[in-house]
């Protein structure tokens, strides 16, 4: 499994935010209730909606920070070994 994980360096950034993308779109179709994605019912969600979008924005920013921290090799670039 680590030799598994040690190929995606690089990639593992590219698969959160694929990730993060489709559960978005899969809200934005209703395929998933927003209160389910959130955990929350929709009377908080439109309640605090602009909280809510500031909050996935600086979470999703967070995540790819850690990600490039953990990350040593750009996507794309051939690891050798």
Same mark, same amino acid.
Not at 11 to 27: D, E, K, P, S
Not at 40 to 64: F, M, S
């Given at each position: 499994?680590?030799?598994?994980?040690?190929?995606?360096?690089?990639?593992? !950034? @590219? *698969?959160?935010?694929?990730?993060? /993308?489709?559960?978005? &779109?899969?809200?934005?179709?209703?395929?998933?209730?927003?209160?389910?994605?959130?955990?929350?019912?929709?009377?908080?969600?439109?309640?605090?909606?602009? !909280? @809510? *979008?500031?909050?996935?924005?600086? /979470?999703?920013?967070? &995540?790819n920070v850690v990600l490039r921290l953990v990350t040593s090799t750009p996507a794309g670039k051939k690891v050798s070994g």
């Amino acid at each position: 499994m680590t030799k598994f994980l040690d190929g995606l360096k690089g990639y593992r !950034t @590219l *698969i959160v935010n694929a990730v993060l /993308a489709l559960v978005g &779109v899969l809200v934005a179709l209703g395929v998933i209730p927003a209160s389910e994605a959130m955990g929350v019912t929709q009377e908080v969600i439109a309640q605090n909606i602009d !909280t @809510l *979008i500031g909050g996935l924005g600086v /979470a999703a920013a967070l &995540v790819n920070v850690v990600l490039r921290l953990v990350t040593s090799t750009p996507a794309g670039k051939k690891v050798s070994g």
